[in-house]
């Protein structure tokens, strides 16, 4: 199996633009590479336009090849020939199912997973939105990012006390630390403060402008030059504190981290400052260290320092870091941590939360959208929320129409408090909780988890559920569509599915040299095959050894099945052009006699049979096949009266009749079967597609119906296919192979008085 | 006793001022003139100068003199001579005690220790009140005393739901989403297409602004801003109205389950983006419920383009939303309770809310969350009560924006539903809803009869005069002894 893999960002562009819509999925990308290298080839391709053509190459190879986008669906190519899977987060109760421009349907997702083969999510919750867009039938899975297996040495790492200091150094770093010493030198003053909390009170009295005299008017810009300088000095971004550098922290007491997009707006972490500022801002030994990741980190960081300075003096001390750590130091960031904190409105998964827990790091999070699959109370402390109304993030109209997950403020502040409480005065109780953090996080987002996930999707990929229109399913695709639909590693075709069919009937069984069960063929019989057709069975007899001679009235027949023979492993091989009636050939000629499809079609079947007989050998076999009368009076109406005038089918037998027919021949009936329900409704429903498009019937049996086939006999060749994956659809088969057959078949012996006579 | 009274909004002017800050005072100081005028002389003053004076000479003649500045502590006059007390209405559960901007009554402590007393419009502020003057601080919560002027829309037996044949009619401006041809879709057809796979180019380094290019923007804002003022005087100077608020007639025909809220919707904090989007949630497929919203500002543009927007991004909905701009005369007023089924708040803080008081006196049922002043009145009773729990605040008049009080998140979701489970009565259980009606008559009667609230604050004005004046006397005694010595 080949997996091509995409996201908008590569290893060489996350570093600049970490922040930019989309980004984390390069994340996610990265956590499902060692996953999806154990189950095949991973080609990481830097644009859709290049999977087709790395399709067709494995395609010709014979290889099956996905492409996963890991895209929203909005914005996965459509429309490739490679069969393609979006690997998407998704928070809302809701999937986009309105698009708000008509030149840009795929903002509708449910038109864009349409044309999508199946859909990979990594939340129950996001699960059921797809359903509840898609319907049931939509193959959609929840696998979570593996992070789990990376946080092997962090699960080892012994959990410290409130007394244990760590050192965590930061390399490129912009760092503000609230305990530190020089915090009056870059902490918001007064002036800052009084001119932000304008801005967002909308104090400012820019509007009312219009209406002051132009004295007032000098004024109040001076005023606000005056303060611009001001703030400028105080709040200078390009001075030393905001240079990447190296930064080294000591953690001690106990320590809360959340790691986070601040423009994300998702991730609310007002709240989470906010509510960690009231509920220790009489403790010096609580921190919260935010892990900023975004490129307009300087905005986002002057923010959370203008939040901060609104609650005037306060004890416990707040980390700002922005920089990318590396792994090293990521892991020490998550080994000095007690808490991880998260107060999202809504996450698709929310890897940093999984990778802590995963670390053995007790919670403080919602119970809501994806966290709903993990996050309880045995593995931290639940924030309260509730539903609240809000619009999907890429819909520019802002159109509410999905609910989001609002937070119980005062149930943020009890759970810091209580986490804090458990940490320091009941450590067996914190042990706990890392425990059953570590095992939920294992059954939820471990590799073996993923795997399992993953074969499961690619084990039972149905097709993507298709739905023609009356038009579609009269008409036959061209001859070049045909070749693309056939090249769809899910397509199934008719020929596979009915060859299946007759293998399980009893027909090729090439592991006891059966034609058909009943029906030996071995290296020292002559087989004479007449009407051989195509030539399968006489093929089949050349395989296991035997002389093979096979008669057909057509001569460009004789000559093709005598080149298929030519280079197998027949004793001898012989074509002759005949009508049997009579046949060039000695008495006692063969001991293997087979004639398949041939009786409906002669004048006198019992000259034919008679003939047969001649040239058997004492005790020979015989295996004829012929329609079942069942299935050619039920074609009857649907089916073009030449199919039932010379040259075709001129006789119907009955049963019994056939029977009678072979034993006045003069052979003894050793087994009378028949086969072929799904080739029987096959050319019901060929018939029926033909009349509807008011074509002519070209041929009239289903070994001669050349593709394209029509939609519906190429989706009950894939209907049948999948039933017969389920154990015991066996009996479902036999049962009505029974009732309606295409065909019946006797098994007849040359008994040996006969040749007395 | 002669009862002084000021409010910084007078009859003239209220008009013009819905909606700005402090206009409720004006409407404060309406409800209890009937109640001061039991009590005593009224005197309306129209400047604080004249307190002094005419407290001297009514003083001088020997009648007791009070001053009741109905305004925020921070705007009340102290160091007059005339014994003041202060009623304010306060929407947080502490006061402030810091003086910021060196004006030493924005520490309401302060203001507080040169008053008489303190009336406070609820429980919570009172406290508040005694949490920072100390439990012995004379201070009452006196709710205004609406009841009696709605007294008259009451019916024996309680509303019945779903009055048949309603109208309203009201002079101003109106919205009706049935006839606004709301579209999301509309908002965005104009856009730009958005390039999904455009990443960013590296941000540029970020550099100091210079104190040279800090002048240079702000000389050019200066220049902008005069030209632009220059160019709005010579308009009006050309006897040019300004764009008036449109002042129709209109008439409205009302069916089925109708909600009605009056607020202000530039006060952030009364939530009226809750309350339409979570009316449109729970009736999206339902025409046979309106909200009429009465907008209490003067002004329409201030509020209109996002009303809309807001209502746009709802739709498609069948439900009905109805917005009514313009100041309603009493007589309309009344109406526009008689035709209401239920009223809404979802607000996050209340110092009193008149017009909930109004429809519950009226007996309407209401939804609304049971916070702050409304702690003193709201019961299940007669309500649905939302959800809401605490989130920090900065006090109202502080420009720092200190996180030193909290108010209340509101439970979306339970408004939604209270929208759902409030027709549901109302279409199924009109007996239970009379009971509803009936409740709220009967709790407001007790919380803010007229009758009631004169004798508490009869009560209340008598003793702190006194002890007011006892205070005087041993000041006099102690400065004619220390004139003695």
Known sequence: MIFFVYSKLNQHTIADNVGVPEYSYYFVLKEFLPVLKQLGEVVIVDSPDEVDVLYEAAYSQGKQAYYLSFMPPHLTRLGLKCPTIPVFAWEFDTLPNEAWWSDQPQDDWTHSLRQCNAAIVHSEFTVKSVRDAMGDGFPVLSIPAPVWDKYASARLAPTGTANTVYKLQVDDAIVFDTHARNKDQWFPNKTVLRSYMDKILGNEPVTAAAKLSAWQLTKYHFKQWREQLAIEKNSNTAGTHWQRKTHHIKLSGVVFTSVFNPYDGRKNWGDMLTAF??????????????KLGHRRYRTAMRNALLTLARFGDIKCRVILIHGHLPDQDYQRLTQATHFIVNTSFGEGQCLPLMEYLSSGKPAIAPHHSAMLDYMDETVGFVVRSFADYTAWPHDPRVAYRTLRHQIDWSSLVKCYQQ???????????????????????????????????????????????????????????????????????????????????????????????????????????????????AGGASLFCAKQGAAVTFVDV??????????????????????????????????????????????EHVTDPLVVLKELVRVGKPNALYLFSVPDALGEHIQKPLAPASYYQHPNHIHIFEREAFAKLVEEAGLQIIKHDSYGFFWMFWMMLHWTSLRAGGEEADQVAHDAVQPPYFPLTNQWAQLWDQMMQLPGAEITKRQLDNVLPKSQIIIARKISHVRQD | MIILVNSKISQS????????????????????????????TLIQISSLDEVDTLYDQYAAAGEDVIFLSVSPPHQTPVGLRCPTVCLFAWEFYNIPNQAWDNEPRNDWRYVFEHMAGVIACSEESAQAVRNAMGEDYPVIALPAPVFDRFQHLNQAYGWLPQQPNRSFEFHGFMYDSLTLGLSADGLVQHMERPQPNALFTPPPPMTRKSTWQITKEHWQAWRRAANKSQHATTQISHGEPPTATPNNHYHIELTGTVYTTVVN??????????????????????????????ATHHDLETYRIELLTVLSRLAPFSCRIILVHGFLEKEQYDNLIKITDFYVNASMCEGLCLPLMEFLSSGKPVIAPNNTAMLDYINPDFSFMIDSTPEPCQW?????????????????????????????????????????????????????NLHHITEKLGTFLTSTMSAAQQRQNQAQALVADKATI
């Open chain 1, 277 to 290: 500022c009231i509920a220790f801002k009489d403790r010096s030994d609580a921190t919260l260290v935010f």
């Open chain 1, 419 to 533: 986490a804090f409480l458990c940490f320091t005065d009941e450590p067996e109780r914190y042990q706990q909780l890392s425990k059953n953090a570590i095992e939920r996080m294992q059954g939820h987002c471990s590799q073996a988890h993923a795997l399992d996930q993953l074969r499961r999707i690619f084990g039972i990929l149905p097709i993507k559920p298709e739905r023609h229109s009356i038009e579609q399913l009269s008409q036959r695709m061209s001859a070049e569509e045909w070749l693309n639909h056939s090249r769809d590693p899910h397509f199934i075709d008719a020929r596979n599915t009915g060859f299946v069919d007759c293998v399980k009937s009893g027909w090729y069984q090439s592991q006891t040299g059966e034609l058909f069960s009943g029906f030996p063929i071995n290296p020292e019989d002559d087989v004479l095959e007449i009407g051989c057709g």
């Open chain 1, 554 to 599: 057509n001569p460009v027949t004789v000559d093709s099945v005598a080149k298929k023979l030519h280079n197998s492993q027949a004793r001898a091989i012989k074509g002759i052009v005949s009508d049997s009636q009579p046949l060039p050939l000695d008495d006692e000629y063969a001991s293997r006699i087979i004639a398949m499809e041939v009786l």
């Open chain 2, 13 to 40: 002017n209220i008009v013009e001022s819905l909606g700005k800050p402090e206009y409720s005072y004006y409407f404060l100081l309406r409800e209890f003139l009937p109640a001061l005028e039991q009590i005593g």
């Open chain 2, 265 to 294: 919707p530039m006060d952030n904090r009364k939530n009226w983006r809750f309350i339409l989007t979570s009316f449109c949630w729970a009736f999206r497929d339902e025409p046979n419920v309106t909200l009429i919203v009465k």
């Open chain 2, 396 to 448: 109202a008049p502080d420009p720092y924006g200190h996180f030193n009080t909290h108010r209340y998140r509101i439970n979306w979701h339970t408004v939604m539903q209270h929208f759902q489970s409030s027709q549901h009565i109302a279409e199924q259980q009109p007996e239970r809803y009379q009971q509803m009606s009936l409740a709220a008559t009967a709790r407001m009667q007790h919380f803010c």
